[in-house]
């Protein structure tokens, strides 16, 4: 049974976003500085190999969210009522916040849901869509009374690092706002072209007619144009909460201003950290 955070014990919260596992030393509600690891993978023994590091011999209880060893939760759910499990590993006491799931289309959400939780513990009434970008995956939460109805979910991530390893780009940087935002109209404008949009663009860069800066809008603002698109029914006319940490944040923020759109920008950090300390002190 884990003690309240107003009783001062001390605690671990830590998050797995992929192969990127974030955590605080807690005592009581009181955090230290975040930390970080890169995983070499996200499997139940990097996983615990990695928290242990974070532990440094100690043997806190550990609430952890994002990780695969409870079942997700189907929505339409409560993020912010989502229950910790006992889920020992190796030996470490592990209380795990579930994830959420959809079955039509199908979609996980996975690290991002402690972040959301975290968001709308803060901001009990917001009603509109939350989006959650990360390097990997990001969604786009459909929120009413303080349940999440449903999700859409895009690659755009993976798939601008796959784009931009031909062209020996790194997709994560410095991009020119104006090429991202013409891109991005394009994009939305005509999403069915994405694929010959993004071979143009590879051929611009090989044949080296393009700064890196101007190449990088270019393809995040054509990917983004995209998701846009196929995500016009969760935006259009909505309140929308952007959570991304940087570099994603200011590329989101870009795109979703080119179209007018006005977003309520919070730390995603704070919001996933909040999100486990509520958790922990709910069970």
């Not at 615990?48 to 929505?75: D, I």
Request: hydrophobic share 50%; net charge negative; aromatic share 4%.
């Amino acid at each position: 049974m884990m003690q309240s955070p107003g009783s001062g014990a001390s605690w671990l919260a830590a998050n797995l976003d992929g192969t990127a596992l974030t955590a605080w030393t807690m005592t009581g509600s009181t955090a230290g500085p975040a930390q970080r690891l890169h995983l070499p993978g996200n499997g139940p023994d990097k996983l615990s190999a990695g928290l242990r590091q974070l532990l440094a011999g100690g043997a806190l209880p550990v609430v952890l969210g994002g990780s695969t060893l409870v079942p997700a939760q189907p929505v339409p759910a409560v993020p912010a009522d989502l229950p910790l499990t006992a889920a020992p590993l190796e030996e470490l006491t592990v209380h795990a916040l579930p994830g959420l799931s959809q079955s039509a289309p199908c979609g996980l959400i996975q690290g991002a849901a402690a972040r959301l939780s975290g968001f709308l513990q803060l901001n009990p009434d917001w009603d509109g869509v939350v989006c959650l970008p990360d390097t990997g995956v990001t969604h786009w939460v459909q929120v009413s009374a303080r349940e999440a109805v449903s999700f859409q979910s895009a690659l755009t991530g993976q798939l601008a690092a796959a784009v931009a390893q031909p062209m020996a780009l790194e997709a994560a940087g410095s991009c020119s706002k104006a090429a991202l935002a013409e891109a991005a109209a394009d994009g939305i404008a005509k999403p069915e072209l994405l694929a010959a949009r993004l071979a143009s663009l590879q051929a611009d860069a090989a044949l080296g007619q393009l700064q890196a800066d101007t190449a990088r809008g270019r393809l995040w603002g054509l990917l983004l144009g995209a998701e846009l698109a196929a995500a016009r029914p969760y935006w259009l006319g909505q309140n929308l909460a952007l959570l991304a940490e940087a570099p994603l944040q200011p590329l989101y923020a870009a795109a979703l201003e080119a179209q007018g759109l006005p977003v309520t920008v919070a730390d995603p950090l704070r919001m996933t950290l909040e999100g486990l300390t509520r958790a922990w002190a709910a069970n």
